[in-house]
């Protein structure tokens, strides 16, 4: 913003990774070796090496992902004003009934040989769940209770230089503290950096660039330092690693540094072309080298403008995002980036532009990749205020820790160029009365106060009292989430010029089921504890996507939506939070195992411009139900398509703008089932057939298809592939409703990961080499070992033919 209340909100690019290893300064990230009980431990332990009882880990490390499942963890009677709830009622499964409440102690030891007089020694998390209480040596040195922040401690005072040093973190999470699973542990990187006490403050620079033109780009360095007598050396590299600038500077402004450096015709920045240059810093003591850091950023402009929304690098451009929450399915909260890239690879293909993390604090990972893969980011922060959701949510701490908590958020990740906007919440109770918008204020001016660049945003759902009472009219950006039927009042009371869909659609499925009749429906339950994959259900808040999309096609002032939600999750199995077993979403566009369900290919349909999407449902096996109806849907990019059954034509359907449904879908609503082969002819504009698809009822199961996202994975012990399990009849068509138990082996240079099959009533527990399919399908997950080499997976259900794939390893 070039002011506080500017309605042209202009936010300059920035990345950042993070800072290497140099000679000034090192970095050991704890991953390795550490020691994790889930219990209670007394202080007298501390300093102790080995205590009986004690297990192996690595770091990322979620303790309740293993489970089991059971419906009475954190069963919550509770009134959920957010759905519309008149009365309190029980729900399990509300934080996917995994062993997440309790304590967990960690332990690691670990050495600092370069460490000595004159240095410091910071410790720091990228996450922990939660209430963490760190120790170095026995002294306690700090704590951070909330679970999605980011935080760290000096330790210099703490630590013994060249000897061993004890690491101690004590996490608890309390029941009644989440409305969806929050894992369990810690869940984020550690790292110890140890650099030289004249040094550039952690999380203390700041780049933007706040001219962009063509033929030169400004690009903004502000730098906070410990020390006097300093000069700044910057050199800014291309991708290649080429200086195409470099600038010093001996002025400090009491601890701040500022340079601006010029780049002649710079490479932009956007979601298609994600161009990231570096900065070199280097700190001097007069002669001699103190420290030194690499900061990749990108150049770009955004400004925000009204009744248009979103212009990037010029170009009006609107969010077609997703809400992700953070656990990775069956791998549980434990970050891990290759699981992280294959969901935004999947999000890509859709046509997916924008993410929006939901309703926590992202993963370092998590935005590197989106600066490298031109993902637009939304970063939010909390889902509670001062107001509570549940008895032990952030509400215990926000008065405490909100800023703080707010200040390492902006300063952490500032700097990563696809963050465009901040949230500072998500649907809080505070939206009603005087003091919430004082504390949306408060907040804001947080935001303002720490990145002046980039405008905030809160995700609203109670959308008619924030017109009445101020709260909308505050923010840079008014969110709502879902209340279309208040988009036009909303835009004609609110100043800003443009609105956002914060939240859109919460459309229910599950892939692979479809329900009959087919028709529109809220809430609706079957006795399976499944939703069907047409398309046409809902939650009582909340809409099918055709709504959305209407809003998007004909309002300028609509700047776009995140869709609720890219992907399944754990916990909040709507509409069945009262039943069990049922312990994860079925909100996602991709199910719990990233398999697209029908709705993908609907999104990708308007989202994807550059390639074909032609995609038939339901699946074409209904034994007894012969010669009744059984409508058919196809989603493609193209406006009109024929559609065949066994050869004989059901007629040609054109999207329309008459209904709501026939904006985007093509529908055959009196088909007769009958034993086959679907087949489907798309027509370009000139009404020439230019793309077909079929499908046929499949035979009984016969063997196994297996097939790698990817094939070649990095031998670090930590990358993933992931193989898609296809049940299939002697001719290789998919079984679509087959549920053979599958069992798993891996040898060589790999192991066993996980498996899902995205069934979100399934009690199987995803570290077991074993599984149902379900719709015909589940995604094995394998690992790779610090050797290189090659690693076959080999799957094997009863009555059918085993097949085995083979993933190369190799070093980096």
């Not at 954190?74 to 509300?94: F, H, N, P, S």
Request: hydrophobic share 35%; charged share 25%; aromatic share 12%.
């Amino acid at each position: 913003m070039k002011s506080l209340f500017s309605l042209f909100i202009i936010l300059f690019l920035f990345s950042a990774c993070a800072e290497t290893d140099n000679e000034t300064r090192s970095k050991q990230t704890l991953e390795k070796d550490w020691k994790f009980i889930n219990q209670e431990v007394t202080d007298a332990q501390l300093p102790a090496t080995a205590v009986d009882g004690w297990e192996d880990v690595k770091v990322p490390h979620d303790w309740a992902i293993k489970g089991p499942f059971d419906k009475q963890i954190d069963a919550q009677k509770v009134r959920v004003a957010q759905d519309m709830e008149d009365e309190a009622r029980l729900r399990t499964g509300r934080t996917g009934a995994l062993p997440h409440i309790g304590i967990g102690w960690y332990r690691k030891t670990f050495e600092l040989p370069d460490f000595g007089p004159g240095k410091k020694a910071l410790l720091v998390f990228d996450g922990a769940m939660s209430n963490a209480e760190v120790y170095i040596n026995g002294e306690k040195v700090g704590n951070r209770p909330y679970g999605y922040s980011y935080f760290y401690f000096d330790i210099s005072d703490f630590v013994n230089a060249g000897e061993e040093n004890l690491l101690a973190v004590r996490l608890e999470n309390k029941e009644s503290s989440s409305r969806w699973y929050p894992g369990a542990g810690i869940y984020r990187k550690v790292q110890i950096i140890v650099k030289d006490e004249v040094n550039f403050k952690q999380w203390g620079t700041f780049i933007t660039t706040p001219f962009v033109s063509n033929e030169l780009a400004q690009v903004n360095l502000k730098a906070e330092v410990n020390g006097s007598n300093i000069n700044v050396v910057t050199e800014i590299r291309d991708a290649e690693g080429n200086i195409v600038a470099t600038n010093t500077t001996d002025e400090v402004f009491g601890t701040k540094t500022e340079q601006n450096i010029a780049i002649p015709n710079p490479k932009l920045w956007d979601t298609e072309s994600p161009y990231l240059y570096t900065a070199n810093m280097k700190l001097y003591k007069g002669n001699t080298l103190k420290d030194e850091q690499n900061i990749r950023f990108g150049v770009r402009s955004v400004v925000y403008e009204r009744g248009k929304g979103l212009v990037l690098n010029g170009k009006v451009t609107k969010f077609k995002g997703v809400c992700l929450h953070h656990d990775l399915g069956p791998l549980g909260a434990a970050v891990n980036k290759a699981a992280l890239k294959r969901q935004l690879t999947i999000l890509k293909d859709m046509g997916c532009n924008a993410i929006r993390s939901s309703h926590n604090m992202p993963s370092m990972e998590q935005l590197e990749l989106c600066d490298e893969m031109g993902f637009l980011f939304l970063a939010e922060s909390f889902d509670e205020w001062a107001k509570p959701k549940v008895e032990n949510g952030y509400n215990l701490y926000f008065n405490d820790w909100a800023e703080k908590d707010v200040v390492n958020l902006v300063r952490a990740t500032r700097n990563h160029p696809s963050i465009v906007m901040w949230s500072s919440g998500n649907e809080v109770p505070d939206q009603w009365g005087t003091e919430g918008v004082k504390l949306a204020k408060w907040l804001q001016d947080i935001f303002h106060r720490e990145d002046p660049t980039r405008p905030v945003t809160v995700g609203m759902d109670q959308v008619g009292n924030t017109l009445k009472n101020g709260f909308g009219a505050i923010m840079d950006i008014p969110g709502l989430n879902y209340r279309l039927h208040l988009y036009d009042e909303a835009y004609e009371r609110f100043p800003q010029g443009f609105i956002l869909g914060s939240e859109t659609a919460s459309t229910v499925s599950s892939r692979g089921i479809y329900k009959f009749p087919v028709e529109q429906a809220k809430m609706k339950r079957y006795d399976d504890f499944q939703s069907s994959s047409y398309d046409l259900e809902a939650c009582s808040w909340s809409n099918i996507p055709d709504e959305d999309f209407y809003w998007q096609d004909n309002f300028d002032w609509v700047i776009g939506e995140f869709v609720w939600t890219g992907f399944d999750y754990l916990g909040e199995p709507t509409p069945y939070n009262e039943a069990w077993p049922s312990r994860s979403s079925y909100f996602g566009i991709c199910d719990l195992a990233g398999l697209p369900k029908d709705r993908y290919y609907l999104y990708r349909s308007r989202w994807n411009t550059e390639d074909e999407t032609l995609h038939i449902l339901p699946h074409w096996n209904w034994e007894g139900r012969e010669g009744e109806t059984t409508p058919v849907f196809v989603y493609t990019n193209y406006n009109s398509a024929e559609l065949f059954v066994n050869g004989k034509s059901q007629g040609v359907q054109k999207k329309s703008k008459e209904t709501l449904l026939n904006r985007n879908r093509l529908m055959w609503m009196d088909v007769k089932y009958e034993p086959g082969t679907v087949k489907v002819v798309a027509f370009d504009n000139n009404g020439n057939a230019v793309a077909e698809q079929e499908i046929r009822t499949a035979g009984a199961p016969h063997h196994l298809q297996l097939s790698a996202d990817r094939d070649e994975i990095t031998a670090n012990g930590n990358d993933l592939s992931y193989i898609t399990v296809s049940v299939v009849d002697e001719d290789g068509n998919i079984c679509p409703t087959a549920t053979n138990q599958l069992n798993f082996k891996v040898s060589g240079a790999g192991k066993y990961k996980a498996v899902c099959n995205g069934d979100a009533t399934s009690l199987e527990l995803f570290h077991l080499p074993t599984m149902k399919a379900f719709s015909g399908k589940l995604v094995v997950t394998v690992q790779s070992v610090e050797e290189a080499g090659e690693m076959q997976l080999e799957v094997s259900g009863e009555g059918l033919e085993p097949a085995t794939i083979s993933i190369k390893t190799k070093q980096i």
